[in-house]
C-alpha cells in the first residue's frame, strides 16, 4: 500500500512523465536544405521535445500529397504542390511556413553581368511547367522581361545537362537552389540573383490534411513549435547547422558551408506564411490548375494552430 501511494505521488509530481511519445510519419520530397525544417528537427531533437517520434519519408510531391490527404503520412513540406491540391479540392491546408522565400539562384553564363543582358536567351529547365519555369518568370517579369516574348526556354532535365548545354553556348543560364549555385561558380558560371531577395515564393512549412486539423490540432502545434525551434537554431548556429547538413544530405562540410550561406536568408524563425507570398502562390496555382474562380487565403490556410504555437514559444501576447 505504501509503494502505491508513493508512486502515485511521484505521478501527481512528475505529470510530464507520464506523457505518450505521439508517432507521426512525415514526408519530404527530397535531401534539400529547403525541406530540412522538420527532418533536422527530428535529428536534433526538437520534436522529441514536442514527445514526438518521427518516421521520415522520402517521397514525391504528387504522391505525397495524396498519401497525406489519405492518411498514410501526417505531415508534409511543398507548400507548391499543397497549394495547388488545395485548390483543386484536396482536403489539405497550409499551417506553417518555414522558407517563405525559395532559395532558388539563376546562374549565367560569365559574360552576362545582368538579368536584362539574357533578353532574347535561352535559359535552361529540367521541364516544361515545373517550379523551376514558375520561379524563372517571376524573376524575369521583376526585371521587366516577358518571359512569353524575351525568353526563350529549353528542357534539358538533370543539372548536369543544363550545365553542359550552358558549357556549349546552348543556354546563357539556368535556375536552381543550393548547392547548384555553388558547383554553378566550380564551372566558371555567376549568379545574377537570387529569387529569395526579390519576392516571396513560399517553399516549404507544413501541410496537414483538414481532419488531422479537427482531430488532433495539439499534435498540430506542436509539430509547428519543433519546426520553429529548428528554424531559430538553424539561423543562430552556424557551425552545427552545417553539420547537421552534412550527416543528413550526405554532402561534404565544403558544400553544406556553401549551402548554408546560400539558404540562411530563406528560413524564418517564427513559421510565418507571408500574405503576399501565399497570394503568389494561389495565383500561379490558378493559372496552373486552370482555376477561375476567386480564392481566399483562408481556403488554403488556417494559421489559427500557428498563432497558438507563437504564443507559446513567446512571439505573440
Known sequence: MKR????????????????????????????????????LAQKKGFLQEQDLQAELIRINATVGIAALA???????????PGVAAALQGVPIKVVACYVPSAPFA???RPEFKSVQELRGKAIGLNTFG???????????????????????????GTN??????MKQGLAAATLGTPPLDFFGKKFGFVVLTRAHELFSYPASGVLVSLRKIKERPD???????????????????????????VEWIKIDKETATATYDSVLKAFNDDGGLP??????LIDEAKKQTKVTREVAQSDIADLSILREAQRELGMRK
Open 70 to 80: 489519405n492518411g498514410e503520412i501526417d505531415y508534409y513540406p511543398g507548400i507548391g
Open 106 to 108: 539563376l546562374i549565367a
Open 275 to 280: 500574405e503576399d507570398g501565399l497570394r503568389l
Open 130 to 156: 515545373g517550379n523551376i519555369e514558375v520561379v524563372d518568370r517571376l524573376i524575369f517579369k521583376h526585371f521587366g522581361l516577358d518571359a512569353d516574348k524575351d525568353i526563350k526556354f529549353l528542357a534539358l
Open 219 to 245: 499534435e498540430v502545434k506542436r509539430v509547428i513549435k519543433a519546426g520553429i525551434k529548428f528554424n531559430r537554431y538553424f539561423r543562430q548556429d552556424r557551425e552545427g547547422a552545417i553539420l547537421a547538413m
Open 4 to 39: 502505491l501511494l508513493a508512486a502515485l505521488f511521484v505521478c501527481l509530481l512528475l505529470p510530464s512523465s507520464l506523457h505518450a511519445v505521439d508517432k507521426v510519419r512525415i514526408g519530404f520530397p527530397d535531401f534539400a536544405a529547403q525541406f530540412g525544417s522538420l527532418p
Open 160 to 165: 548536369e545537362r543544363r550545365f553542359a548545354a
